[in-house]
């Protein structure tokens, strides 16, 4: 399966994680980690409409429960996994980009 990439800072301070979000294609996936988390609390909307795009791609979108926990964050646009469910689409996919 394609190239999973990790966001591990907040997308408000750094360009990395807009550049993997818009470089990500069908087959891929995104996963947001650590500070990278806080992407769902309030989404700049030029990243939103881009994350919308790539969902409907084939793109898929993640977060790290224990991350989101540890920095109170509540909700995400995606999929919620553990440490485990991490793994195992560091497994899954051919590439990881961080």
Not at 14 to 19: N, P
Not at 34 to 40: I, K, R
Request: hydrophobic share 40%; glycine share 8%.
């Amino acid at each position: 399966m394609g190239r999973l990439f990790i966001i591990s800072t907040s997308p408000f301070k750094r360009l990395e994680s807009k550049t993997n979000i818009y470089l990500a294609r069908k087959g891929d996936s995104v996963i947001f980690i650590q500070n990278g988390v806080y992407v769902a609390l309030n989404i700049p909307a030029d990243l939103k409409e881009g994350i919308e795009k790539k969902k409907e791609e084939g793109v898929e979108f993640y977060a790290l429960k224990e991350d989101m926990e540890a920095r109170g964050v509540k909700e995400f646009f995606g999929k919620v996994v553990d440490y485990d469910g991490f793994l195992d689409l560091i497994e899954k996919h051919d590439k990881v980009i961080h």
